[in-house]
Every structure is written in C-alpha cells, then in structure tokens.
C-alpha cells in the first residue's frame, strides 16, 4: 500500500512491532447508531462501505468509526450519507442480495490505519479448503450468550472455505422438515474452522482472503445465528455474485430517489399489513 497511489489498491493487515499484539485489519469498520457499535463493514473506496443488508432497519441514522482496534474507545465517526440496499433483498424471510452499500458524508483518508480491501473478480470461485480470515467484534456471537458481551478489542479467526453441498447438509441435520429445501445458495459461501467456530465476526463482518497477493473482500457475515452453535460453518454473501452490482453503484454515484432502506419497513408493513374483503 502507497499512500501517493491514486489507481486503487488493495490494503493489507500488519502487525505492530509488538507481536504479541493483534494486528490491524485496516478495512475492518464498525458500522454504529446512536454511538453504538450494530454491524461489522469494510471499507472498498474513499466514500464506501460495504455490510449485511440486514443490518440496516428503516430511517436510522448511521455512521462508521474506522481505523482502531478497539471498539469501546471514543473515535471519531463519520457518518452515512446514503444507503443502497440490493433490491433482492427482502429481509429475513428471504435471506437473499444480503448486502448493502453505506455512502459516507464524507471521504476517509487512506493512511497506515485506514486501507480498502478489494473487491471479488465475478468469476472468482475458491477452491475448499482455502484459508480466510473472519474479524469482528462478536456481536453476533453476544445474540446467542446471555454471558458474553461485546469484546473491545477486534478478534480474527481463520476459516476455511467449506463445499457449500457439505455446508448445506449441515444446517439440515437440525431440521429434519426442511432437507428436501436447500438453504445454502450459490450467492453464498460457506467456512469454518473445522472445529469450533470461533464466530468473532458480527452481521456485516468481512470474510477476508489473500488471493495470489491481493486480499480481496470474499464474503460479508449473513447469517448470525450461524454463531448459536459451536460446530456451525459461518455463513456469508458471496460477494463475487454483486460485485459488478457493487461497482456499477459506487462508479454512478449516490442516486437521487430516497435512500433504498426507506422501502425495506414499507413492504415489510404492506406484506403484514390486513387485508379488507
């Protein structure tokens, strides 16, 4: 990474001199409300943040804290201008087009602290077994624990990119009644540490991986109750299915019509909504 590049780059994690500390994931951001920490992100440009579609409910106001380690010291925000929500999208029933696109008000400055991390070729397609790196704060993992609470300091986890047929069968052993559905799609991918999951991420949290030098943004975390059981794989958008959606966006810019959340709380309320005679 060069700071004087204007092409873009791809950032890449470091370690302080201090090995015993944990090193830093420049992309990684902490997508918060109210100066509360709600998702993970990562940072792909300047002025945009990529995170779980699912992350976002209706006109709440967001911002972004990046370049720390720590979740619980007071950073300076910067807050979402705009937020593009896939329109596949149509929440938890169908948990498909998991991904957002968050326009920062104002553009970051790259600097050793605060790097993007690359965006996925749409004929990407790793091989299993290929190692990943999942961070995050454990805020999924906190959903499911009464007597776990949000970690201040960033955690990682490397994962493996598990077969999505094997991923599948999986999540169906608990589910009797739905083996004849599949559940894992080929918008998602699928990795584990073939132990424990150790589920540091949090919705929205990046599944990173080094691909022939470049790290590149392979996966956000979709599903979070992936994180109620210790054997279960993590569940991510595959980010290579909308990365030429997730370029067309950021390269048209912000679109003039509302913010794409506004619709997500209008259908949900005409879809639950009474119907008349």
């Not at 069968?169 to 894992?184: D, E, F, G, Q, T």
């Amino acid at each position: 990474y060069s700071e004087n590049r204007t092409s873009p780059v791809c950032g890449k994690p470091w370690w302080p001199e201090n090995l015993e500390e944990a090193r830093h994931w420049p992309w990684e951001v902490s997508l918060r409300t109210d100066k509360e920490h709600v998702c993970g992100g990562a940072l792909i440009a300047p002025s945009w943040v990529v995170s779980a579609a699912h992350c976002i409910h209706g006109t709440e106001e967001y911002s972004v804290m990046l370049g720390t380690n720590n979740c619980s010291l007071w950073t300076p925000e910067v807050a979402v201008s705009d937020i593009i929500v896939h329109p596949r999208h149509w929440g938890w029933t169908f948990p498909i087009g998991d991904v957002a696109l968050l326009h920062l008000h104002t553009p970051v400055t790259f600097s050793k602290y605060v790097q993007p991390i690359c965006l996925p070729e749409p004929n990407l397609n790793l091989k299993v077994g290929t190692e990943c790196w999942v961070t995050g704060w454990g805020q999924a993992k906190r959903r499911f624990s009464a007597n776990t609470t949000l970690l201040p300091e960033l955690r990682e986890a490397q994962v493996f990119i598990m077969d999505n047929k094997r991923c599948n069968r999986l999540y169906h052993k608990p589910s009797p009644h739905l083996r004849i559905a599949s559940l894992i799609f080929g918008d998602i991918v699928c990795a584990t540490n073939y132990g424990e999951n150790l589920c540091y991420g949090d919705a929205g949290s990046p599944l990173a991986c080094e691909v022939e030098g470049r790290w590149i943004l392979v996966g956000i975390l979709s599903w979070e109750k992936a994180c109620a059981r210790p054997q279960n794989p993590g569940v991510y958008t595959r980010l290579a299915k909308y990365s030429r959606w997730i370029k067309k966006q950021v390269s048209h810019g912000v679109p003039s019509e509302p913010c794409s959340s506004f619709w997500l709380p209008f259908l949900s309320w005409v879809l639950h909504s009474p119907m008349g005679p």
